[in-house]
């Protein structure tokens, strides 16, 4: 007896983590996370160097003498551009979010019945749901090019960001995690006389927070690197995205300002990245129910 | 006097959730179900873009391009075989990867946010207008840092390949099937790839263990569960719904990005023969979804729902 209460305690002192194995753990992490970051610390430098550093060679990853020079250069250029600078970052607002929400709501209210009624024809919109997120959308820009211009929205903000709203991929991430939701979840709310439209949006939607959240991440990254190329042809309707490459595609002395650039492009998203992270922390400590 | 039939409770239930599905659907039915349409189209016959209103015509083939495609096109097959053949390497070890680092990141410890956004970087980093801009300013830099990599990447290789061989040599003398082997290295010359691809996967599966009630795990521990029994006993059993989940975002993810694509889309925009390429894109679509059913069917037998 004595002896296997003692090799319980033995084995349970090998299973749980100890020291050794966290440190292993954060070393691992540490090694990964530094060859994930090393672009981003290539980046940030790049634009904090005067540019005889950024034409030195062999190059160097940190900046020596550190300037806000490029960011200057660049906002004379700004200055410079043919439509007002402001418009431009109006456009990628109105595209990114548009977008963004669009997609999280429509998805989301898509999703809800397919995970949570039963109705006919649900598995096979299911299946097509699915095969429309394995077909290369890449391909297909002839035919996506003929229904714009077949509903007449070339030109306009709608040509980028409808196709967004209805992408078969949020509503697949959706569906997967209304699917954990308790039905007596629901069931209860149901009984206290919510109608659906209100189960969906105070029951349903603040449960499944990080999944939204999530989605949206995904989804402003997508948006965020849309340059709009192939739809808008007017000047005043082009994304911040647009006008950017223009100026750092301005040959070797716009190098300053093209490093800038590539730190101004990169930082929004992770910015928006960390802003909901912190969100998906909050809410989840609150959530589950008692049987 | 009521001629009108009755509904069942759940079947008026389900018409609501027609109209919650219909904006959806609509956009969906326009954009994408069409241009698959046209796609299929494009695929029996020969596509000449016409100059004008955006007009092009379509020439009846029949099923020669197919034809073509598998009986006397260069390099489709192989490419076809080598994308799928990756796509069944790396998805495992990017499903594998990207939970345990969820279960890393989704403990409690100082500066979690930072290193969370760190893993999420890839995604961000992988986008065509960053790639487009960092491959700017390296470019206008006179490639320093793309010789400067070659270099080192160079000698490291040379290194390495020792190294390997001698490993490689050693393990097949203990009796290891060469397959696994050959798995184990191919593994270990993707593990970039593999980091930088599971980006929204880690996030993914985060979300799915924030929506763990944290009950069950105080459950566990009154129990006296271990860790380990924990992990075996709770979380993954209400992880795998999300491993499907993770799964297809995975193979879609790869797909998208896998030289299949490549093929096609230089197929129809440096050759302009979109009649080709809409036939390799349909091909290929259609390989990966039986690849895609099959998987699912296989984990979805040992997957615990909630309800």
């Known amino acids: ?291 | 006097m009521k001629e009108k039939r009755k509904l069942t409770l759940t079947q008026k239930r389900g018409l609501k959730g027609y109209l919650f599905i219909l904006p959806w659907f609509i956009g969906f039915a326009i954009f994408y179900v069409r241009s698959l349409i046209m796609t299929v189209e494009f695929s029996f016959a020969k596509l000449t873009v016409s100059p004008g209103a955006g007009g092009y015509s379509l020439e009846g083939k029949g099923l020669e391009n197919y034809l073509y495609a598998f009986r006397a096109h260069g390099s489709f097959k192989q490419t076809l075989t080598s994308s799928v053949g990756n796509m069944l390497i790396d998805v495992p070890l990017i499903l594998f990867f990207s939970l345990f680092m969820a279960l890393l990141l989704n403990q409690k410890f100082r500066g979690r946010g930072i290193v969370r956004a760190i893993f999420f970087l890839p995604v961000i980093l992988n986008s065509d207008a960053l790639k487009a801009a960092i491959s700017l300013s390296e470019a206008m830099m006179n490639g320093g840092i793309a010789t400067q990599a070659a270099e080192v990447s160079g000698a490291a290789s040379s290194v390495l390949a020792f190294d390997l061989d001698y490993l490689i040599n050693m393990f097949v003398n203990f009796g290891l099937p060469v397959k696994v082997l050959s798995y184990v290295t191919a593994a270990v010359g993707r593990i970039n790839d593999i980091i930088s691809a599971s980006g929204v996967q880690i996030i993914i599966f985060i979300a799915a263990l924030q929506s763990i009630p944290s009950s069950m795990y105080e459950v566990a521990r009154i129990e006296g569960a271990t860790a380990y029994e924990t992990f075996w006993k709770v979380t993954l059993p209400l992880v795998m719904p999300h491993v499907i989940t993770n799964m297809v975002y995975t193979i879609v993810d790869h797909f998208s990005r896998s030289d299949v694509v490549e093929l096609a889309y230089s197929t129809a925009f440096t050759e302009f023969n979109y009649g080709l390429s809409a036939v390799f894109s349909i091909i290929s679509t259609v390989v990966t979804l039986l690849i895609l059913a099959l998987l699912v069917r296989a984990i979805q037998k040992n997957t615990f729902y909630y309800n």
């Open chain 1, 1 to 291: 007896m004595k002896a296997i209460k003692l090799f319980r305690v033995k084995r349970e002192k090998r299973l749980n983590r100890s020291m050794a194995g966290n440190t292993l753990l954060f070393l691992l992490m540490i090694a990964c996370g530094l060859a994930m970051i090393l672009p981003l610390v290539m980046v940030v430098n790049n634009c904090l160097k005067p540019l005889d550093e950024l034409f030195q060679y062999p190059p160097k990853i940190f900046v020596r003498n550190p300037t806000l020079e490029n960011f200057s250069d660049l906002f004379r250029l700004m200055n410079d551009s043919w439509v007002p600078f402001s418009r431009y970052i109006l456009n990628t607002i109105l595209i990114t979010g548009g977008g963004m929400l669009g997609h999280v709501i429509i998805a989301s209210l898509a999703a809800y019945p397919l995970a949570k009624h039963r109705f006919p024809g649900k598995d096979t919109l299911f299946r097509m749901v699915v095969l429309s997120m394995m077909f290369s959308w890449t391909v297909t820009q002839i035919p996506q090019y003929v229904i714009i211009s077949w509903l007449h929205i070339n030109n306009t903000y709608m040509a980028l960001i409808l196709p967004a709203c209805s992408f078969g991929m949020g509503l697949y991430l959706m569906k997967q995690f209304m699917e954990q939701l308790p039905d007596s979840l629901m069931e209860s709310a149901r009984l206290d006389g919510a109608n659906e439209w209100q189960v969906f949006w105070q029951i349903v939607m603040p449960n499944v927070k990080p999944a939204w959240l999530t989605l949206a991440i995904f989804q402003f990254q997508q948006m965020w690197g849309n340059t709009g190329s192939t739809f808008l042809r007017d000047e005043e309707l082009k994304p911040l995205q647009y006008a950017l490459f223009q100026i750092s595609a301005g040959g070797a002395a716009r190098a300053g300002a093209a490093a800038a650039v590539t730190f101004i492009i990169a930082a929004v998203p992770i910015t928006f990245f960390l802003i909901c992270q912190k969100n998906v922390l909050e809410t989840m400590t609150t959530s589950g129910i008692k049987e």
